[in-house]
């Protein structure tokens, strides 16, 4: 289990949020192993996740989703994808800790990773890979690398080659011919 100081190494002091996960692991349904081992998140995670909210929703707000058939599903909001912090946040369902990408305009659900805690690690690895890049050289190499290191973490984060994780994997091993 890594530590608060691993995650602040990584993310920085000056770049991380603190969540309430205690108060959230006693008030949802969710299951606590689903969970970050620690209670924070970066703020700012170059192009694959920001927690600098411009929308009509906050940071760590509780949004009820309407499904049709499938009811309700309710969310904690958790980030968003820095090129369009407005329209496509990132949610914990509150009912199983899943990561899902919420398209804000369409309605769109998808899966991002099976577990709020994946995500978190995704991110923590992440850090370490931009903080660790030297230019395009070696970049594609590097990128298998942590995409095999985040596929043990997460296999349902890659299962389907268009999910957000796949394509962003897709453009980082990318080599020009």
Sequence with gaps: MRGLREYVSAWGADNVVRFPRSRWMREFAAPARTYPDVDLLPVDMSAVFTAFLTGRYELFALVDLQRGRAGTIQVLVVGAVPADPEATLFCVDTAT???LMFGVRDGTLELVNATFKALSEFLFHFALFVDQDTG?????RRAAV???????????????PESWWSVTFMQLEYRIP
């Design 97 to 99: 800790g899943r990561v």
């Design 136 to 140: 395009r050289a070696g970049r594609a």
């Design 146 to 160: 942590l995409r095999a290191t985040l596929t043990e973490i997460d296999p349902a984060a890659f299962a389907d």
